[in-house]
């Protein structure tokens, strides 16, 4: 016997999506200073040089994933550490962060 599970999917979706969309303007508004928004899912797979993930357990499980390409990653660093983020260490630890925040944000 097997269960169609697509359409609670999309209902479980629908409520959570919009709570993690406003935890990442939030956590991007005050830690980076920049805005963002949802856009279309397009055809074209972004560069993912850097990549930070954070698990989530309770209610709802997963893992939430922050991936971009190394120029943006370095430009969200600057933006959080200043000029002293230098080193892709330093890079990847404030991607990391973000992240966390992130999660952190949206299970409040």
Known sequence: ??????????????????????????VFEIMVGCRVKPVAQS???????????VGMAGSLCGILTVCCDAKTARHVAKCM???TADSEEQVADALGEICNMIAGNFKN
């Open 81 to 83: 550490l200043g000029d």
């Open 43 to 53: 055809e074209h797979t972004p560069n993912a040089e850097f990549t930070a993930m």
């Open 1 to 26: 016997m097997s269960t169609d599970t697509s359409l609670a999917t999309r209902s479980h979706e629908e409520n959570w999506l919009p709570i993690l969309e406003l935890a990442v303007e939030e």
